[in-house]
């Protein structure tokens, strides 16, 4: 019987682009940051938000689910995105999967939840940098700006005609996470290094 094992690393769906985002990066003058943040866990949570499992992952997580639509609530290396009134997505260090996805269901014991880990789903894009905004509002109907796009804020949004998951970084001026589709991930990356000629 063959070894069916993988043997070789996994291959982010950005990777082929890396050196052609860096020198986006380098040549901007600091205008722009662009960079792919592979393999990032990602584990969509449905539950009932005024349900005890709620409370009871929270602790466990020790981070609360945030309750307001489009926030994030951030906690040491561990995020979590409302993507809707019963749904959201935690986002964490990788290869965190398996031991987040043990810790809620310990947690949530006989309450209904659904726990599926949809990481090789999207990548991530990290888009930081004092114009980070402008280069996104290029190919986003939102505002952007601070003032309407705070830190601690997310959106379901296109960019560049792509569904994206939009994310306002934690501290002013540290830009976006954007996390796309892999499939899409390199159009997308294409899009936003053609938008950003402006500023290389």
Not at 51 to 68: K, S, T, Y
């Amino acid at each position: 019987m063959a070894d069916t094992a993988l043997t070789a690393p996994p291959r982010s769906p950005l990777a082929h682009a890396a050196d052609r985002l860096a020198t986006a990066t380098r040549t901007s003058g600091g205008a722009i940051r662009l960079a792919e943040l592979p393999f990032l866990t990602q584990l969509d949570l449905r539950l009932d938000a005024k349900g005890a499992a709620a409370d009871a992952i929270g602790l466990a997580l020790d981070l609360p689910l945030p309750l307001e639509p489009n926030t994030v609530v951030r906690a040491g290396q561990l995020t979590a995105l409302w993507l809707g009134p019963d749904e959201w997505l935690l986002v964490g260090p990788p290869g965190t999967e398996r031991d987040l996805e043990s810790r809620i269901r310990t947690a949530a014991g006989d309450e209904p939840v659904s726990v599926t880990d949809v990481s090789a789903q999207r990548t991530a894009l990290l888009v930081a940098g004092p114009h980070a905004h402008d280069l996104l509002s290029h190919g986003c109907a939102l505002d952007l700006h601070p003032r309407a796009f705070e830190p601690g804020r997310c959106a379901q949004t296109t960019v560049g005609r792509t569904q994206v998951i939009l994310v306002a970084r934690d501290a002013p001026g540290s830009g976006f996470w954007v996390l796309v589709r892999s499939s899409f991930a390199g159009y997308l990356t294409d899009w936003l290094l053609d938008a950003a000629t402006e500023y290389i």
